[in-house]
């Protein structure tokens, strides 16, 4: 479990920059219609690449039952 | 490293981080550049190129892995890496033209590095090519081996140093100073902040894609060689 600690200390050097950016940003209340509504694009990317993770997990899960399957 | 989840949950991560905050975070206007909100491409096709070189790296690799110590198994990594290279090559090239067609006014304009690009991935599809011509394993994995290191050095003049030397729309040819990509003072800290986290999310990604295939095809070999 060594590397779960790696991964959140990493994490947290990553995000820290943007955790210090972040602050003094505008508080709109809805974000998805302003803006030319670039935002809009952001859930569609972000539904994408959520589905695209999912499918991927799942592919993995399946391939791992398959190396454990046993086989004479 | 080939069945282990924590960096699949860090590429997670950061992809979802990349696609969230890419969006959101402000984006410089310098002047003279009508980029405007499409620079936020830096975070989506920037990062296959990364990606790629990574991939295609790691199969420079296994092919020379391979020549040392010929295990079919080093053939089977050096392959399904360069696989998901090519892929995101191509995704990078179809990105980049969309993003052109907007930016320089056409799809392909012929640029020093949209043609460098174009000829590095031609000279690794030619590696399917090759191998696809060969009859027996051994022979396509050790020729296909050779070509791998030689397909990977001609990286270096076709996208590394030939884009560099002549004037070329990307930014960092020769009309603009010194960095190569994009000019620093065009980009902000932030933008920093979300870049590298998308090229090492992207980056894992197509990692993960890779030892999926690697594994389905191991596990064929086990079974050809247990029936």
């Known amino acids: 479990m060594l590397s779960i600690k790696k991964i959140i200390t990493f ?4 995000f820290i920059n943007t955790i210090s950016f972040a602050q003094g940003t505008s508080n709109s209340t809805d974000v998805l219609k302003s803006n030319g509504k670039i935002y809009v694009v952001m859930v569609v990317v972000i539904v994408i690449v959520l589905g695209l993770f999912i499918y991927l997990f799942n592919l993995d899960r399946k ?10 | 490293m080939l069945r282990k989840t924590w960096w699949k949950i860090l590429c997670f991560v950061l992809l979802m981080y990349t696609c969230s905050v890419g969006f959101l975070i402000k984006v410089p206007e310098p002047r003279g550049v009508p980029m405007q909100q499409s620079i936020r491409n830096l975070f989506f096709h920037v990062p296959m190129w990364f990606g790629m070189m990574v991939l295609f790296g790691v199969s420079l690799v296994y092919a020379i ?26 995704l990078g090239i179809t990105t980049g033209a969309i993003w052109a067609n ?7 304009s012929g640029d020093a590095k949209q043609n460098g690009a174009a000829i590095a991935l031609l000279i ?24 791998n290191v030689f397909a990977f050095f001609m990286l270096f003049p076709t996208l590394w140093i030939l884009p560099r030397l002549v004037e070329s729309l990307h930014p960092g040819g020769e009309g603009s100073e ?25 980056t894992l990604l197509g990692v ?15 079974r050809l060689a247990n029936a």
């Open chain 2, 178 to 202: 010194g960095n190569p990509g994009l000019n620093p003072e065009d980009s902000s800290p932030i933008m920093k902040a979300v870049f590298w986290p998308a090229v090492i999310g992207w």
């Open chain 1, 63 to 72: 391939v791992t039952k398959l190396e454990k399957e046993k086989h004479s």
């Open chain 2, 124 to 147: 690794y599809l030619a590696y399917f090519v090759l191998r696809g011509s060969l009859n027996e394993d051994e022979k396509k994995a050790r020729i296909g081996a050779v070509y």
């Open chain 2, 65 to 90: 892995k391979y020549l040392r110590n010929p295990q079919l198994k080093y053939d089977f990594y050096s392959l399904e890496y360069v696989r998901t290279g090519v892929i995101f090559g191509l």
């Open chain 1, 11 to 14: 994490l947290c050097l990553v």
């Open chain 2, 208 to 222: 993960w894609i890779t030892t999926l295939r690697i594994r389905i095809q191991l596990e064929k070999e086990k």
């Open chain 2, 102 to 108: 907007y930016q320089w006014g056409a799809f392909w």
